[in-house]
């Protein structure tokens, strides 16, 4: 599928914890410019803040890394947002998305740390690295505006950054 404006994918999972990997899914979250309500990172340095609000990977990459093996599920490299139907090769920073009430903006592409090892079946976590894996990072959101978003609820592309 080609990733333009209008473009709608779907928001299959929304994950949150008290601090930490696994996050746990749940139907509806509130999110603000700070984040997903009910969300904590066990290290607030690198993790989270206004830049860093949101965490969205895409369920194809994930499928896809189960084919080769690794025991990766949603929410297990600490993504907030789980998502499907978009074209992630074309996943940049600046793109705005649409999830739900809320609109989203690509801020940057996330660096995995230690913490998500285990899902990968050799503990080597970089396989969704942008600089080592290019197109397989999941990527953090900076919040335009705050709203609602519930499982099933459309992810829209509303602009690319050429």
Request: hydrophobic share 35%; charged share 20%.
């Amino acid at each position: 599928m080609s990733d333009t404006p209008g473009t709608a994918g779907r928001i299959e999972s929304i994950n949150v914890s008290g601090g930490g990997v696994p996050k746990s899914g749940r139907l509806e979250a509130w999110i603000s410019r700070n984040g997903v309500h009910g969300d904590s990172q066990a290290d607030s340095k690198l993790h989270g803040g206004p830049a860093r609000a949101v965490c969205i990977f895409a369920v194809e990459r994930i499928e896809a890394l189960q084919g080769e093996g690794h025991p990766i599920g949603f929410g297990t490299t600490g993504e907030n947002l789980t998502v499907s139907g978009l074209d992630w090769d074309l996943v940049v920073p600046g793109t705005v998305w649409s999830a739900g009430d809320s609109v989203l903006e690509i801020a940057s592409y996330t660096a995995p740390c230690k913490t998500i090892r285990h899902s990968f079946s050799d503990k080597r976590y970089k396989r969704i690295s942008q600089k080592v894996n290019p197109g397989w990072s999941r990527v953090y959101a900076r919040v335009l505006e705050e709203g609602r978003v519930r499982v099933g609820a459309a992810f829209i592309t509303v602009s690319l950054l050429k």
